[in-house]
């Protein structure tokens, strides 16, 4: 005996007082991804092609690199630097990531397009994907530079088997351009062009003009081409937006510069003559300096060599005149240290003026990469060099954050607060240095005031020629200095080396796209994700009982007495058309289970129902009833689903009387039961339709009949109408001894069927066992394997 079943059910999913080990939603998933390989099948090779195809018709972008060395100093030593040594670049400069700007910047790539000849593209005319040709096109276009060209329209070339040449164009628009003054100078009007020219001839149009000549050493042949004009400008924002700096590591000094282009020669061809171009530019900035200082050098040359010479002139007329030979020793020892204190305190004046220029520039914020510590600064204790050093440190990070995260990031103000904090403390410095010098300059006059009171007392011939050698030899002193310094700077010059150095020549590093690898893994995932998301969305969205699993999880602890698989002959009696099928089979498995339900009854009573129409309860009802009676059972089948009698009809007893008609007091039951022509099972039909089924259920006269039926059967089964569209099943159930709920695979609707189990739950009916009907016997998951097993398969297994 079956004992009523406890808990709710629960339609999501989890069966009440049903263990779960964790492997039943696995299994669950494997099975329907096996029930539907067929949406992997297709989505597979689908997706695979689609991108074999992409990957056929697409142009590939390769990516060239460069590897060069750019050597910079982590600290600037101020101190110890000064005009002569090496020329070297500010901090500024030095710094890889202001490097990385100054490659990227549009002057330098302006500079490499201007060197290269990519302002006219060729390309191969394909059915479905366009080749460029760069230096192998099989002819070059010589464009009249004083002519407008239309630039970014498609100018055809094919090639024809007689030598001529077929040209044509068309558009709708385009802007003119002239290559010779290097600007736009208008737009063009929508134009149709067609001419056939000789190779050499020109090709005038008011949009372009240009000649075609053959490229020797390469065959024409037959072919399609076409052109392309490009504004220098147009390709400057091009390849600065392809081109990119790295670094090998961080604080590594190694850096990788890229460009990425749809052909290889181009590509290794740009980053040749940019890797040309920031060697001679650094190499061109530092001799620039170099050539500013000469040129400072050589102008004080000329003005003191005039003094020089003048001064010569003077003390030799003074000679010849005076016929003066040589002063005494004690004039000539004067006259010394007279000329060395000059000359210190000539020094001295030169230092004061650059501390001046140098606090100037700070106060007026003129402090830039191009700014040189002069030649004749003698700083010992090198404190202003290195606040210099440090102001052009900040100031370089100060434009590098400019130019990458704008003014009004927090730390542009930061570096700016740090900024106004150096040149306040260099001031400060200079302020110091220059009060020095000028009490320097003060003790200097006074000892040349002291030499001057002693010379006094001199001859005034020797006092006025020892004045004239004074100024004579200070003159040469530093023009002696000058020419040194100048040799010292010339040499710097000419030893100069570019602070930049190629590691590695440009060459092709690979493909960046399409990525064939990459490509490929997403296609094959999504062929993956594509299916199961349908399949789960099919899940999600589905509201019918499909399986055995999905019946047993709403319906909890009721029993699943069998399954019935799908009836696949014409008769509605399959057992007795064929009695070796499977589904034959399935219903004597289903007696089995009653029998051991109810083994004590000898008289039993077997209700079925189900929750709505067309589930098959009375399909269930006749093939049940049919393999009790072939067992030898007496077997009693009752419809009564008054409301749609389908047991009338599979009998032909539409128009006979039957159980309306007993219950309604018009006939007897020995009058309502038939015999079938099945051996020991009759027929109870269910009558004429009454207009008040439920009432008369409900009456007295059922329980006679069934107390007449189980006196003279040993089975008898009753077709009742859906338990949850009616009441008519719930009033009959008190008269049966087992009920049988039928669920249809795929039809049942789940929220119908759950909320239907649990009325029969809350109303604490026992002996309720399932019947999965119309499973699909290809279905192995139901646990048919061979449907050859039971016996003589009929064509409709087949």
Request: proline share 4%.
């Amino acid at each position: 005996m079956v004992t009523p079943p406890k808990g709710p059910a629960n339609v999501a999913g989890h069966t009440p007082g049903l263990k779960n080990d964790g492997f039943s939603d696995i299994k669950k998933i494997v099975r329907l991804v096996l029930h539907h390989w067929f949406l992997f099948a297709l989505s597979i090779p689908l997706f695979l092609g689609g991108v074999y195809i992409y990957h056929r018709y697409t142009l590939p972008v390769y990516k060239g690199t460069v590897t060069m060395l750019f050597k910079s100093e982590s600290e600037r030593m101020m101190r110890d630097i000064n005009l002569m040594e090496g020329f070297g670049l500010s901090a500024e400069v030095r710094n890889i990531e202001n490097q990385s700007f100054i490659i990227r910047s549009q002057k330098t790539i302006r500079e490499v397009i201007d060197r290269l000849d990519f302002r006219i593209s060729y390309f191969a005319d394909g059915r479905f994907k366009d080749t460029e040709l760069y230096r192998s096109a099989p002819f070059v276009i010589e464009i009249e530079e004083n002519h407008p060209q239309v630039l970014g329209v498609s100018i055809y070339v094919s090639m024809l088997d007689n030598g001529m040449m077929k040209i044509s164009a068309s558009s709708e628009s385009g802007i003119l351009h002239r290559f010779d003054a290097n600007q736009d100078v208008g737009r063009a009007v929508p134009f149709s062009f067609e001419k056939t020219v000789r190779p050499g001839e020109l090709v005038e149009h008011k949009n372009f003009a240009f000649r075609i000549k053959l490229t020797e050493g390469l065959s024409s042949g037959l072919g399609e081409y076409f052109v392309q004009f490009h504004s220098h400008v147009q390709l400057t924002a091009r390849y600065r937006s392809r081109v990119s700096v790295n670094n090998y590591r961080e604080g590594s000094s190694i850096v990788f510069i890229g460009v990425t282009g749809q052909n290889p020669r181009k590509i290794t061809s740009f980053l040749d003559v940019l890797s040309d171009v920031i060697v001679e530019n650094n190499l061109k900035r530092k001799n620039d300096m170099a050539s500013r200082s000469l040129d400072f050098i050589q102008n004080q040359l000329k003005s003191v060599a005039d003094t020089l010479n003048q001064t010569q002139r003077q003390l030799m007329d003074f000679r010849k005149k005076n016929r003066f030979m040589v002063p005494s020793e004690f004039a000539s020892e004067l006259a010394g240290q007279f000329i060395e204190k000059e000359k210190d305190l000539r020094l001295l004046e030169i230092n004061y003026d650059y501390f001046q220029q140098l606090k100037a520039r700070l106060k007026s914020g003129d402090m830039n990469e191009d700014y040189l510590l002069t030649a004749f600064v003698n700083d010992d204790p090198g404190v202003v060099n290195q606040l210099v050093g440090k102001y052009m440190d900040v100031l370089s990070e100060l434009k590098s954050v400019e130019l990458t995260a704008g003014t009004s990031n927090p730390y542009y103000q930061q570096l700016e607060q740090e900024l106004k904090i150096v040149s306040e403390t260099m001031i400060q410095a200079i302020d110091k240095r220059m009060e020095s010098i000028i009490v320097r300059q003060e003790e200097m006059r006074k000892q040349i005031a002291a030499l001057s009171g002693r010379m006094n007392y001199l001859p005034e011939l020797e006092k006025e020629y020892l004045e004239l050698e004074r100024a004579y030899k200070l003159n040469d002193a530093i023009y002696t200095f000058l020419l040194q310094k100048n040799s010292e700077t010339q040499i710097a010059k000419a030893s100069n080396v570019p602070d930049n150095e190629i590691l590695d020549q440009a060459t092709i590093s690979g493909v960046v796209s399409p990525d064939k690898k990459g490509n490929y893994g997403k296609a094959f995932l999504l062929s993956l994700i594509l299916p199961a998301a349908v399949i789960g969305l099919r899940e999600m969205l589905n509201t019918r009982v499909r399986d055995k699993q999905e019946m047993e999880t709403i319906a909890g602890d009721f029993p699943n007495m069998g399954s019935v698989v799908r009836n696949r002959v014409v008769s509605e009696n399959a057992i007795n058309q064929s009695p070796h099928s499977l589904l034959a089979e399935s219903f004597r498995s289903l007696r089995t289970k009653i029998r051991f339900m109810l083994a004590e009854d000898t008289h039993q009573v077997i209700l079925l129902t189900s929750t709505n129409t067309g589930e098959g309860k009375t399909f269930c009802a006749l093939n049940l009833a049919t393999v009790f009676a072939i067992s030898g059972k007496k077997v009693a089948l009752l419809g009564f689903d008054m409301r749609k009698p389908r047991l009338s009809e599979i009998f032909d007893r539409n128009q006979n009387i039957g159980i309306s008609n007993y219950l309604s007091g018009q006939n007897q039951l020995e009058e309502i039961i038939y015999p079938s022509e099945i051996e020991n099972m009759w027929v109870v039909p269910s009558g004429i339709t009454p207009p008040n089924p439920s009432e008369l259920i409900a009456g007295e006269r059922t329980k006679g009949l069934f107390d007449y039926l189980r006196s003279r059967f040993d089975v008898i089964i009753v077709d009742t109408p859906p338990i949850g569209l009616v009441a008519d099943a719930r009033i009959l159930i008190q008269y049966s001894d087992c009920r049988l709920f039928v669920v249809r695979a795929g039809m049942t609707n789940k929220e119908h069927f759950a909320a239907t189990i649990d009325e029969l739950r809350n109303e604490n009916i026992n002996r309720v066992g399932l019947v999965l009907n119309d499973i699909n016997p290809g279905d192995k998951r139901y646990g048919y394997y061979n449907t050859g097993y039971y016996g003589p398969p009929t064509e409709d297994y087949k």
